[in-house]
């Protein structure tokens, strides 16, 4: 049965088993899709490429919260970013 790959890069269960960091560094940061009998098994991620997906989850995760706020008409402040912090309007120094 077909199965739709889903990385550039692939190798075999035994090329990933001989040379696990070797396989993940040919993907050149991308994804590798490591196959068995030439179906994917499994997908390495490399460490870099897994951070991002977890920050961008949690991006999405925070814009649904804020579209959710924004429907339920709860109040609303001003702020903006000072140096890495936030400001809030009423705490602005004058």
């Known amino acids: 049965m077909p199965h739709p790959m889903l990385a550039n890069v692939v190798a ?3 090329e990933f088993q001989k040379d696990p960091l070797g396989t993940v560094e040919s993907g050149c940061g991308d994804v590798v899709a490591v196959l068995n009998r030439n179906e994917p098994a499994f997908y390495c991620v490399p460490a870099a490429r897994y951070e991002a ?4 989850i949690d991006d999405l995760e925070l814009a649904m919260e804020v579209k959710e706020r924004l429907k339920a008409n709860e109040p609303t402040v001003s702020a903006k970013i000072v140096n890495g912090g ?3 309007e009423d705490d602005e120094e004058v």
């Open 53 to 56: 997906l977890l920050d961008y």
């Open 12 to 14: 075999s269960v035994t």
């Open 86 to 88: 936030i400001v809030f």
